[in-house]
């Protein structure tokens, strides 16, 4: 869904996603100047609101609530990716930026200083990226994150609420063809450029996939449910409505995907790198920056993510030193049956060291069968409406050979609670602005977030010993830090296959060539889709670090996590700001 949200906003009005309803001004002296920010920040979420009807549908059930009228949304998939509409895109954001540079951030209150930091970091990236020179640098259709594989997922988990819903969403499925129509055109000029960056062989054999389900696909019975559960007067003829829709729309876009991609197999496709492309080397880049949360250079996370793998390595080391045997050693099992289970007995001592949230109520369901077989996704959260007042949905797959393993636990810790789930809960319950809750696009900070809760989740299974939950953590840690060196070796410094293969088997960990082959066409196909996750990660690690190398005794966990926590969804500048206020305040007591 985010995917979608991506698509039909970055690549055409990235920056002006964003809401301030409830940011009051703190002072007079310049109180118009605070309040023309606040009513500039929400034209832009308005505006964003009301020309994709997708992002408004998943982040507010209540759109009048927010001064967004539904009556001037198209509903559709999204916005077309036309020349045209590109064009209209970075004159509209040359227009936004202008007018955001007539503010000064003087002239506003802290809370509003963070606000005017984070849209200046968005936008300035956003409109580098939008370079003239980068025209069809983005790839749509990246084998794990392309809108071909987000598509089924948004569909299966669509929330219906009423009946209007029901009538859009056979509008959304209807228009499933002219919008992929539109994404196919700009990818046959890509590859017409030069462009094209993509694992065809994944991309149809994933389309195939969908194609011969056809109608007795299980994401069509999931939306079929989903209209059961209205009980509507006319719910079977919305069936019928959007069994049709599935059959005339769904089912032809993904046999033109196919098709497009098997056409692109006699024509030009970089099976290697951005660094191949003329300006591939700079776009990387900056797409690093946007996953990272931050302006750091590709050098910098090079040096960064070196440095962390040779000291996950070390403390793998002092682990084995302790125990030869325990490298040896099968992954550790918990007694775990299921995930409600486990859930339940990380909120016995979460608020040990995360500050307590009032709302943890939470449902958990079975991942679409179809997705579960196809994608290998473990778990994952539905992130839920500003205004929603439903139970927090958490997905699980129900073809998990064995819930009790620690990795499965460490999922749900990622996913649920301390991760995704107990965050949106804190940033819902503890903050105003609807823009640091939901609406700023930093993955790097909520992915980042949610791998670091996970490990933290660890020291709470008791009744398994540290040291082996110490050898998983840092070997998995290390095993990504090469994963995100990879990437950059492979965009940035151009490897080929066999220098991937090389730099693996110099860090003692030779792959056979068909692994090497998988891995190295994911990395290719999927660039920086690791580095939210993991340079996120690194980044809350080396902040944790420093704050406790400098307050000692004084470091305490849950006032760290609630620094953190106080940031929302921001670049890492943000929350290096938080913590220092946080340090500063334990030195002064």
Known sequence: MKYLKRLSIVILSA???????????????????????????????????????????????????????????????GIRITDENLKKSKEDQASVL????????????????????????????????????????????????????????????????????????????????????????YTKKQEEKGLLMADLNEVIAYCDKVIKKGDQSAVLEAMKKSIDNLSLEKGTEYKKQLSQAFKDSFIPAYEDIRDTMKSFKSGTN?????????????????LLQKNIGSNKSVSDIQSMMTKAYNSHLKNLMAVATKDPNIINKSEPKTNYKNYTEMLDDIQKNLFNDFPEVKNRS?????????????????????????????????????????????STYHTVAHEGFPGHMYQYAYMYENMDCNYRKAMVNVDA???????????????????????????????????????????IGIHYEGWSPEQFSEYWAEQGMALPEEARDVMYKQLQANPCAFESYYVGYQEFAAIKQAAEEKLGEAFDDKAFNQAILKSGTAPFFIVQRNVDAYVEGEKTE
């Open 15 to 77: 920056f002006m996603a964003i809401s301030l309803i409830g940011c009051q001004p703190q002072t007079k002296n310049n109180e118009e100047v605070q309040k023309q920010f606040d009513e500039f920040i929400q034209t832009q979420f308005v505006n964003t609101m009301e020309s994709d009807y997708t992002t408004a549908h998943t982040f507010m059930v209540n759109p009048k609530d927010f001064g967004v009228d539904m009556s001037q949304v198209d509903v559709n998939l």
């Open 98 to 185: 202008k007018e955001f540079k007539t503010f000064n951030r003087d002239d506003l209150t802290d809370e509003q200083k963070d606000t005017y930091d984070i849209f200046k970091f968005q936008a300035e990236l956003d409109e580098k990226l939008n370079d003239d020179k980068f025209d069809y640098y983005q790839q749509i259709f990246e084998s794990m994150t392309g809108i071909h594989y987000q598509l089924p997922t948004m569909l299966a988990d669509w929330q219906l609420r009423n009946e209007q819903d029901v009538k859009d969403l056979i509008s959304v499925v209807n228009d499933i063809q002219p919008y992929m129509d539109s994404a196919l055109d």
């Open 270 to 286: 970089n099976t290697e790198g951005y660094a191949k492309f003329k300006n591939g080397k700079e776009y990387y880049e900056l």
């Open 362 to 406: 939470y449902h958990i369901e079975d991942i679409n069968k179809e997705i579960a077989s196809s994608s290998g996704v473990a778990a994952y959260f539905n992130i839920p409406p500003l205004d929603g007042t439903d139970k927090k949905q958490l997905r699980v797959n129900p073809n998990s050979a064995d819930v009790s393993t620690v």
């Open 445 to 487: 900070y909520t992915e980042g977030y949610a791998v670091y809760a996970g490990y933290e989740g660890l020291k709470y299974l008791d009744e398994v010993q540290q040291p082996l939950l110490e050898i998983y953590k840092e070997d998995e840690l290390g095993t990504y830090c090469l994963v995100v060196l990879s990437d």
